[in-house]
């Protein structure tokens, strides 16, 4: 049965989670009428209970009617064995998406990780950059995307304080973060006893620990609430509307401009593409039936692993390989930070039960090009962070450290003693992409409409297996000096699913190795714009989504101010 | 329409703190300008057939009783896995959310038992605590019993769901009478913490209350 074709409209967004959420606001101030898809449906305040079990172990059952269905596979390298395949996707479905139940984790990048490959030619020489890596330098520049990180930062609404405003470097912030035109909209999360105890240890140690920007009101914003630091907050939504996902700020005021409708529960299965290339709207099911949205302009903004599915089942006359991938680039240059952490157990009570991860001490004192990397073998590092929230189920779930069997009556009583004593301390390192590394269609593994799931071919390459363990020294030398008396490390490998994927989608001026252009518009179907991680070329060594939401306004920006030419 | 729907419930904290949620009517007047359906979330969950009283065999669910309280024996030092009602946990999610596990269960413990039976046993309910031990200690090494390959899979799942019913919310049937919070010092659910309860060193009142309690403000 054809489709229902509903009427045309100026701009389709496929997905309001952080990075659609955030282009409709734009998009609906500017006057353009926009329809938003979202798999998921809406959450009240009351939907988000303090509740470990459905949220950090079931993950969502109640949201994720998408997500769960096409969860994708992986296997180590390209003849490499398939890896287990994990019972939920990572990522949720709902109008917000994951920034609902995120840690609210607020980074910009760096200057250094825009120009990652000429910096490290120019510093360090062509070894420097492993062979088989792709990386190429991003198409802008920090400074082209500093506004837009403000803007984003103070319409969501992120707490921090700034370490370098215009040059003048504040140590009361992070000395090592690039130059920001001003100050945060609010003031940092405030600290606990454990972080101030982590700072301190930082500090004996030389180095510059400060307050991570989250996405979380410390202060009262508007009408809404302050955070209450209730201890749910990681996969959990807020309960008092603090954690400022685009739920609670970017998508109500496009929706108030009166030109955002919103059509929750839409499965998005295709992109249309005309014979000459150009993007013609989109098929969705809803209800047991399906519709076709036409539209001027789409833009594709759900998560890494389905934006390069989605334009591989997008097949046609003018892509036969699948939407915008005539230059076969969709779904390479994929990378993901991965496991790296370390714990250490402590003789006294740290009490890190309540608060939210946000509230956390970090350090970049050893990451991005901040030390010197001669003879080190691999290029860039980790930010570090210790944090608070250890939650009842993953308290218990700690480490032995080798002091007991992992079950029984002396297991029992070493929980007893130490669940509240211990710590992890978290690197994220600067990956880079491999040829090797990359998402395709699963040939074997179908969801239940029968269309292939996403696979991923991912592996660990020895510079990164370097930097972690540097890194992982690092954290023991700081557990240590805050007081450790034993450490367990987790053992190196690469992560199946993970919520900091980038790539498949790649933004870059070479159209033969990118699908993007600098403004997030495919090189090949010219009315195509791509918002999310998917577009990054390298991944930084910080949680991802304050880059895609600046990137994710710098496209919407452009579509706005290019209608004309991009929209015809 | 294109907002989600007003929150009516209060939020109840602990210290005496109570806040209207309610949202603002910032978008009253667009509602009706858009068309789509708009659902609470909580009313979307796939309606649940009723879970059977009834999961496991009766000699199953001695078996897996046998083995949760080898996991967290009761002692001197409180309730074990048993007492805590973790047992009862895994059964109900085995008719809910986990019964896509429960083959993996039955085979896991038809395991468990044959191994007993291999020793003389009529059961693995019925050998010494220090034999189950042992056999226990075999499947965390992943030993293979006859043809079934999957016993460190099986012992680290059981492990897995032990600590949560034991360390869960009660409301899922498990860390009954708080047994759990209790034994690891877990202060509780509330939903304000002021800034004296993170520091460290901090004297920390118990909250003992179920989520669903705490967000409805019935307790």
């Known amino acids: 049965m054809a489709p229902v074709k509903l009427p045309k409209t100026d701009v389709v967004v496929i997905g309001l989670g952080a990075a659609g959420g955030l282009a409709v606001l734009p998009l609906a101030l500017s006057g353009l009428k926009v329809v938003g898809l979202e798999a998921g449906g809406w959450f009240q305040p009351s939907d988000h209970l303090p509740d470990e079990i459905r949220n950090n172990i079931r993950h969502w059952p109640h949201a994720v009617q998408k997500a769960n269905q096409e969860i994708p596979t992986a296997r180590e390298g390209l003849s490499g064995p398939p890896l287990p395949r994990p019972a939920y996707h990572p990522m949720m479905n709902g109008v917000g998406g994951t920034s609902l139940h995120y840690w609210g984790q607020s980074w910009r990048l760096t200057e250094w990780d825009f120009k990652l490959r000429s910096e490290t030619l120019r510093r360090y020489g062509p070894s420097a950059i492993p062979e088989d890596s792709t990386v190429e330098d991003w198409p802008l520049s920090y400074e082209e995307l500093e506004p837009y990180y403000e803007r984003a930062e103070y319409t969501i609404g992120v707490a921090g304080k700034a370490g370098n405003i215009q040059g003048t470097v504040d140590q009361a912030g992070n000395i090592f973060e690039s130059p920001r035109h001003r100050e945060y909209p609010m003031p940092p999360l405030r600290s606990a006893g454990f972080t101030d105890h982590m700072a301190a240890a930082a500090?004996?140690?030389?180095?510059?620990?400060?307050?991570?920007?989250?996405?979380?009101?410390?202060?009262?914003?508007?009408?809404?609430?302050?955070?209450?630091?209730?201890?749910?907050?990681?996969?959990?939504?807020?309960?008092?509307?603090?954690?400022?996902?685009?739920?609670?700020?970017?998508?109500?005021?496009?929706?108030?401009?009166?030109?955002?409708?919103?059509?929750?529960?839409?499965?998005?299965?295709?992109?249309?593409?005309?014979?000459?290339?150009?993007?013609?709207?989109?098929?969705?099911?809803?209800?047991?039936?399906?519709?076709?949205?036409?539209?001027?302009?789409?833009?594709?903004?759900?998560?890494?692993?389905?934006?390069?599915?989605?334009?591989?089942?997008?097949?046609?006359?003018?892509?036969?390989?699948?939407?915008?991938?005539?230059?076969?680039?969709?779904?390479?240059?994929?990378?993901?930070?991965?496991?790296?952490g370390v714990m250490g157990l402590f003789t006294f009570d740290l009490n890190r039960w309540y608060g939210t991860p946000a509230q956390g001490t970090s350090l970049d004192d050893w990451s991005d090009d901040n030390f010197d990397h001669g003879g080190l073998?691999?290029?860039?590092?980790?930010?570090?962070?210790?944090?608070?929230?250890?939650?009842?189920?993953?308290?218990?779930?700690?480490?032995?450290?080798?002091?007991?069997?992992?079950?029984?009556?002396?297991?029992?009583?070493?929980?007893?003693?130490?669940?509240?004593?211990?710590?992890?301390?978290?690197?994220?390192?600067?990956?880079?992409?491999?040829?090797?590394?990359?998402?395709?269609?699963?040939?074997?593994?179908?969801?239940?409409?029968?269309?292939?799931?996403?696979?991923?071919?991912?592996g660990l390459k020895e510079s990164e297996k370097r930097a972690i363990l540097f890194m992982q020294e690092k954290s023991e030398q700081w557990l240590r000096e805050a007081g450790a008396i034993a450490i367990e490390k987790l053992p190196l490998g690469p992560i199946a699913l993970s919520t900091h994927a980038y790539g498949g989608t790649r933004m870059g001026d070479n159209a033969a190795t990118n699908v993007v252009d600098r403004w997030g518009f495919s090189h090949e179907a010219t009315n195509l714009g791509i918002l999310g991680a998917s577009v990054m070329g390298t991944s930084g060594a910080r949680n991802p989504t304050l880059t895609v939401q600046a990137l994710a306004w710098r496209t919407a920006d452009h579509l706005i101010r290019e209608w004309k030419s991009i929209a015809l | 329409m294109g907002s989600r729907p007003e929150a009516k419930k209060k939020i109840s904290g602990d210290s005496q703190q109570f806040l209207s949620v309610s949202r603002r009517e910032l978008l009253a007047g667009t509602a009706a300008a858009l068309t789509c359906t708009l659902f609470p979330v909580s009313s979307l969950v796939p309606p649940r057939t009723a879970a059977p009283a009834e999961v496991l065999a009766s000699r199953e669910r001695e078996c897996l009783e046998a083995m949760v309280s080898r996991l967290i024996p009761a002692g001197a030092d409180g309730p074990g896995a048993i007492e805590a009602g973790c047992a009862r946990y895994i059964e109900r999610a085995l008719g809910d959310a986990y019964q896509l596990l429960r083959k993996t269960y039955n085979e896991g413990l038809a395991a468990l038992h044959s191994c007993a039976v291999a020793r003389g046993a009529e059961s693995f309910a019925a050998l010494s605590a220090a034999e189950q031990d042992q056999i226990l200690s075999d499947f965390e090494r992943n030993v293979h019993i006859g043809d079934y390959g999957n016993s460190a899979a099986f012992f680290e799942m059981v492990r897995r769901h032990t600590l949560e019913g034991m360390f869960g919310d009660p409301a899922y049937g498990g860390n009954a009478n708080f047994a759990g919070w209790d034994l690891i010092g877990y202060p509780g659910p509330r939903m304000y913490v002021s800034p004296e309860l993170e520091k460290m060193g901090a004297k920390l009142p118990r909250s003992r209350v179920f989520a669903k309690q705490l967000v409805d403000g019935s307790r």
């Open chain 1, 203 to 340: 500090k004996r140690l030389g180095w510059h620990s400060y307050s991570p920007p989250a996405a979380i009101n410390s202060v009262p914003r508007g009408e809404r609430n302050a955070c209450y630091y209730h201890g749910f907050c990681g996969s959990g939504g807020c309960p008092i509307d603090a954690k400022n996902s685009t739920a609670v700020t970017t998508i109500p005021q496009a929706v108030a401009t009166g030109n955002l409708k919103i059509v929750p529960y839409a499965h998005v299965i295709a992109i249309n593409a005309d014979d000459a290339g150009r993007v013609t709207g989109v098929r969705y099911l809803k209800d047991g039936g399906e519709y076709f949205q036409p539209a001027s302009v789409v833009l594709l903004a759900s998560y890494t692993y389905e934006n390069t599915r989605l334009l591989l089942l997008s097949r046609s006359k003018a892509y036969p390989k699948g939407l915008s991938n005539n230059h076969g680039q969709v779904g390479l240059h994929y990378q993901s930070h991965t496991r790296s």
């Open chain 1, 377 to 458: 073998g691999f290029i860039g590092g980790g930010n570090l962070l210790v944090h608070m929230e250890a939650k009842p189920i993953e308290a218990a779930s700690m480490p032995t450290f080798g002091k007991v069997p992992r079950w029984g009556s002396s297991w029992k009583a070493f929980l007893r003693e130490n669940a509240g004593r211990w710590a992890p301390v978290w690197t994220q390192i600067s990956t880079l992409p491999f040829r090797d590394h990359f998402l395709d269609l699963d040939p074997d593994v179908k969801d239940p409409l029968g269309y292939p799931v996403c696979r991923l071919t991912i």
